[in-house]
Structure formats: structure tokens, C-alpha cells
């Protein structure tokens, strides 16, 4: 950082709302003299979920649309964490097959 010192970065995501609260903890409970602040946007996909049926189960699955086209899907994490459970198997196995299946 200044005078080639080093330094850790902290960075926070709120909502602008919080922003004062937070900035005065930050302010009181490190040893910085001042914040840079800046705003962020984000642009989300249209998205749904539905249950699936695959062989391992029933499978909660997130779709997401841009301009009404489905571009990509993928299985709910704590879906796969319970059969991974269930099944005695290892959780990225279950993941890649529930994948492979709603592809």
C-alpha cells in the first residue's frame, strides 16, 4: 500500500441502507483512517426452480433465462448434499449425475 507498506483489503457487500452502520464498525474496529466506497449493481438472469425426477430422486433444479432463452441449470446444492447423505455417496457424484440427467 502507501510507502510500499503492507496491507490487508476488507471489502464489504450491503445494502445502501446499512452502509453508515457498517462503515462506522469498520471505522471503529480496525485501524484504517478512512473508507473508499463505491456502488455496485448487479444484473441477475430470470430464473425458476422446479422439482425433477432422477434416479437418484427428486432434485430441485435452478434454470436461468436471458431475453427468455435457457442458457444454463443446475441442481439445488442442499438437494444433492441430502442424497449425497442418503445414498452413502460422495457429493460431486451425485451433483455431475444429476447434471448429466436434466441435460
Known amino acids: 500500500m502507501k510507502k510500499s507498506r503492507p496491507a490487508m483489503k476488507l471489502s464489504v457487500l450491503c445494502a445502501s441502507d446499512a452502509e453508515p452502520r457498517l462503515a462506522e464498525l469498520v471505522l471503529r474496529e480496525t485501524t484504517t483512517f478512512g473508507l473508499r466506497r463505491l456502488a455496485v ?12 425426477q432422477t434416479s437418484l430422486g ?4 435452478k434454470t ?8 444454463k441449470a443446475k441442481p439445488e446444492y442442499e438437494d ?9 455417496m460422495a457429493l460431486r457424484d451425485v451433483y455431475d449425475l444429476v447434471l448429466r440427467e436434466i441435460r
Open 41 to 52: 449493481e448487479k444484473t441477475d438472469l430470470d430464473r425458476e426452480i422446479r422439482a425433477v
Open 80 to 88: 444433492c448434499r441430502r442424497i449425497a447423505e442418503e445414498k452413502k
Open 64 to 71: 436461468a433465462f436471458l431475453a427468455g432463452e435457457r442458457i
Open 58 to 61: 427428486e432434485v430441485r433444479v
